[in-house]
């Protein structure tokens, strides 16, 4: 399909605890993302959720599998930095438009992020000196677009979760899920491809958990790939698509 | 363009974490003000303690005992002494009854005992021709009819000194009153450039001679060299009633000179010695502050470096960052400590003519001050990276 973001092919992620103890946090996991949907990714605690996301939003290493992503789907301004590794296997790859994250260097991946992913924790992670616009605005620092151009659309942003008249406050002034819908809008300020959301409502009383909800809702709407990771069961009726996860494995 | 917003954010928002920064901002002020006290102890070495450090200072013996003839042979004897750096003289000549000059080579201006800078009350040193310092409290006073010096004038700072005779004029402005140390009652003292003293002399008081006042002699030796002994070896070495300096003082045939009046070696050497010890635990201190500070504000903000990465920040960007935040609290601290120094002197009543706070102290001291902050600033800009975004995904 040409809206898959991401597929992964028998993603196998092995920690290591202790000297010899070893855990299969994620075993052969073969998934795909597509574009405009909400995936959530559903299990009880320490199923491998939380390392999902991680391996695909390259935070993390994998120990087997592949990782591919969809290069024609990528953000704006998104350039794949060639290393030695890949290079060999885009030109292997020709055909293709999928390329395999799992042999970038953190480099590629710190720019594979950059462009493409956004992320949505269960602790908000705003950043307490900010301003809410600030926040909103701190990923979008690093680029080129002129700063009053940024303030607008990230005021914007607010206006669209309801936060008004709450831009110039800190995060310490805003209740929980004012919080959470400003760390969506920083998420969405750089019109990412995917959103990775952990347990986005994990920290939230059930009214404003389903508000987070329908918010992402109408982030996919507008065509990236939102994808939440909850042990939440209540959550079930926001998602387009479930995949249950269990001791690393997954089933559809 | 994207970099210059992020420094510029970074020091703005570093003002933001306003605990984190008061705190630090203190401490940093303590460090800066404690580093520039010592800079200004040791610059007191080339300058007002000059003459404890590494001088003799010979006076004449009274008005009129040594002439300006009998002062530059003892200078060229002297001077070719193999332990001595340099020689001054500070010499002086009556105009009229009532005004008595003195010249100062304002390289030598240190050396000047009775009439040295740190002297100054109010104003300025000289430091060019025309520039004029007369005694605090100066009045010029002139005979009328048969009664000597029965009208007065006062002087003040920025008053001009006018002379002139049927063949020339000479100006001469006041920059500056001191509070010197010479004895000569009722005379107006005026301190002006050795070149200026010439000319003065050669154009209104050719009828009058030049004497000496007084002499300093310098030995050789590096003020900033704590592990050098040339300035103790020298001191040494000339304190002897038996040696030239005191021999050639002795001989009247160079006038009438008091004996020398110098530098204990012993106690100098051991002052400098532990001074610098003290300077130097000042700065190991500061180094490791500096590392603890950039050490806890990685360790303050890891989530936010977590964030900033997982939102694909690099390296550079997140560093520009974190420098930022150090860079602006040592500047701050900086200013914050000299500040506080100027408080204290202000509520002492003591005044800013002393060289604590001059130019030179203060950027040495800042030199100090932000190279100090290089450590630490190194050792965030490295453990940064070892902060995962992984984090971010555990609940606190
Ligand atoms: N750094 C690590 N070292 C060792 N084991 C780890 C590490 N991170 C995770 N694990 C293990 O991997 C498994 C999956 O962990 P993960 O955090 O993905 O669970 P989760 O589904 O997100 O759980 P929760 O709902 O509690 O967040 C767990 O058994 C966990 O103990
Ligand atoms: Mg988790």
């Known amino acids: 399909m040409g809206d898959q973001i991401i597929k992964t092919e028998k993603v196998t992620k092995i920690y290591k605890r202790g000297r010899s103890e070893i855990v299969r946090a994620l075993d052969k996991v073969s998934l795909e993302i597509n574009a405009g949907e909400i995936l959530m990714i559903i299990g009880p605690s320490g199923s491998g959720k939380t390392t999902i996301l991680n391996c695909l939003s390259g935070l993390d290493t994998v120990t087997e599998g592949k990782i591919l992503f969809n290069t024609s789907r990528a953000g704006e301004g998104f350039k794949i930095i060639e290393n030695k590794k890949n290079k060999e296997e885009s030109s292997r790859k020709k055909s293709s438009n999928f390329i395999d994250i799992t042999t970038w260097n953190e480099k590629q991946l710190t720019a594979y992020r950059r462009h493409n992913i956004g992320f949505v924790f269960q602790a908000w992670e705003l950043i307490p000196t900010l301003k809410a616009v600030e926040n909103v605005e701190s990923s979008l620092y690093t680029s080129r677009i002129p700063s009053s151009e940024i303030r607008e659309k990230s005021i914007k942003l607010l206006r669209k979760v309801g936060l008004i008249d709450k831009e110039y406050a800190y995060p310490d002034q805003l209740s929980g899920g004012e919080q959470q819908r400003v760390a969506i809008c920083r998420a969405l300020s750089k019109e990412p491809r995917i959103v990775f959301a952990d347990e986005p409502t994990g920290n939230l009383d059930s009214d404003s958990g389903n508000q987070i909800m329908r918010q992402m809702k109408i982030i996919s709407r507008e065509g990236a790939a939102v994808v939440i990771a909850t042990h939440n069961m209540e959550l079930r009726k926001f998602a387009d698509r479930i995949i249950k996860i269990h001791d690393g494995q997954i089933s559809f | ?396």
């Open chain 2, 1 to 396: 363009m994207g970099k210059w917003r992020l420094i510029k954010n970074s020091v703005r928002f570093a003002f933001r974490a306003k605990r984190r920064w008061i705190t630090f901002v203190i401490i940093f002020a303590f460090l800066s003000a404690f580093i520039t006290f010592f800079a200004g102890v040791f610059n007191m070495y080339s300058t007002d303690e000059l003459l404890e450090q590494k001088g003799f200072y010979i006076k004449a013996n009274g008005y009129g005992s040594v002439t300006d003839a009998q002062a530059q042979s003892i200078f060229t004897d002297i001077s070719s002494l193999s332990q001595v750096e340099s020689v001054a003289l500070f010499r002086y000549f009556d105009l009229g009854d009532y005004i008595r000059v003195f010249g100062v080579d304002p390289d030598f201006k240190w050396a000047f005992r009775e009439a040295k800078p740190s002297l100054i009350t109010d104003g300025r040193y000289i430091h060019s021709l025309g520039d004029a310092v007369v005694s605090q409290n100066a009045t010029i006073k002139a005979d009328v009819g048969t009664f000597p010096g029965n009208i007065s004038v006062s002087l003040q700072k920025g008053d001009i000194l006018h002379f002139e005779n049927p063949t020339t004029t000479f100006e001469l402005k006041v920059v500056g009153e001191i509070n010197d140390r010479i004895v000569a009652p009722d005379k107006l003292r005026i301190f002006i450039t050795n070149d200026d003293f010439e000319s003065l002399h050669a154009d209104f008081g050719a009828s009058t001679p030049i004497y000496c006042y007084s002499m300093a002699v310098l030995v050789k030796g590096d003020l900033y060299a704590p592990f050098n002994s040339d300035i103790y070896d020298n001191m040494n070495a000339l304190d002897d009633p038996s040696e030239p300096l005191f021999l050639l003082t002795e001989n009247l045939a160079f006038g009438d000179w008091l004996d020398p009046d110098y530098a204990i070696p012993d106690t100098v050497k051991k002052d400098r010695a532990s001074r610098f010890l003290y300077f130097i635990f000042g700065m190991v201190g500061g180094i490791l502050l500096t590392i603890l500070y950039n050490f806890l504000i990685v360790w303050f903000r890891r989530r936010e470096i977590a964030v900033l990465r997982a939102m694909g920040y690099e390296k550079g960007e997140i560093r520009i960052n974190l420098l930022g935040e150090s860079l602006t609290i040592s500047i701050v601290g900086y200013f914050v400590g000299i500040l506080a120094i100027v408080i204290y002197f202000w509520t002492q009543q003591m005044t800013f003519t002393n060289q604590l706070l001059n130019l030179w102290t203060l950027l040495i001291s800042f030199g100090i001050v932000v190279g100090l902050t290089v450590p630490g600033l190194l050792l965030s800009s490295f453990s940064f990276v070892r902060v995962s975004p992984v984090i971010l995904f555990k609940a606190r």
